[in-house]
């Protein structure tokens, strides 16, 4: 439902309010089209496991933003 939301917002909402104080919708289309293949938060947490790190995890706010963190061993 996030995802769905975040993709109308930066689908439509952004161009156009952009185009309307800009005038350059496609200013912002490419932010839209950038974030179609963001990987969820579970399958970037594993692949920073995959990569080697150790005690990984996140933590999610709102719109779907998220921070990961892990610890890599030398």
């Known amino acids: 439902m996030i995802h769905t939301r975040w993709q109308l917002y930066f689908g439509h909402v952004v161009p156009r309010t952009d185009s309307l104080v800009t005038h350059h919708y496609h200013a912002y289309n490419y ?11 579970t399958q970037l947490a ?12 996140y933590q999610t706010f709102n719109l779907g933003a ?5 610890i890599k061993s030398y």
């Open 66 to 70: 998220a921070v990961h963190f892990g």
């Open 31 to 41: 932010l839209q089209q950038s974030t179609r293949n963001f990987v969820s938060v």
């Open 46 to 57: 594993t692949m920073f496991k995959a990569a080697g790190l150790t005690q990984v995890g």
